[in-house]
């Protein structure tokens, strides 16, 4: 047995397969629903959100209709106003209807750099 690789499986349970599941993960999402930011509009600096996060629900973390796309421009983004309220260690577990509500009544102007 390879020890090295039993002890990084350990101390990093997540890392190199998480990755490539996340990604393959987000190009499926972007590609049925477009990469476009559910608050403002925005088609720029797009990253998907967990809208539950995933330290916390990581039963949730490769759930499609966990994930929504918001902007986020040099951290001032809707991804971090909204989807975290302003603190990574946060987020809004009403992100979904804030969404609604944003796109709707166009409250947010296009996050454009
Ligand atoms: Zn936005
Ligand atoms: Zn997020």
Not at 9 to 34: Q, T
Not at 85 to 108: D, G, H, M, P, W
Request: charged share 25%; with cysteine; net charge positive.
């Amino acid at each position: 047995m390879n020890l090295t690789r039993h002890k990084l499986n350990i101390m990093a349970p997540d890392g190199a397969s998480w990755s490539g599941k996340w990604r393959k993960a987000k190009r499926k999402y972007y590609k049925k629903h477009g990469k476009v930011c559910k608050c403002c509009g925005s088609k720029k600096n797009i990253e998907l959100h967990h809208k539950l996060p995933r330290h916390l629900f990581p039963g949730l973390a490769l759930d499609q209709d966990n994930f929504i796309p918001l902007c986020n421009r040099k951290g001032v983004g809707c991804h971090f106003l909204l989807g975290h309220l302003q603190s990574y260690y946060t987020y809004n577990a009403k992100i979904t209807e804030v969404a609604k509500f944003a796109r709707e009544n166009s409250v947010l102007k296009k996050n454009v750099a």
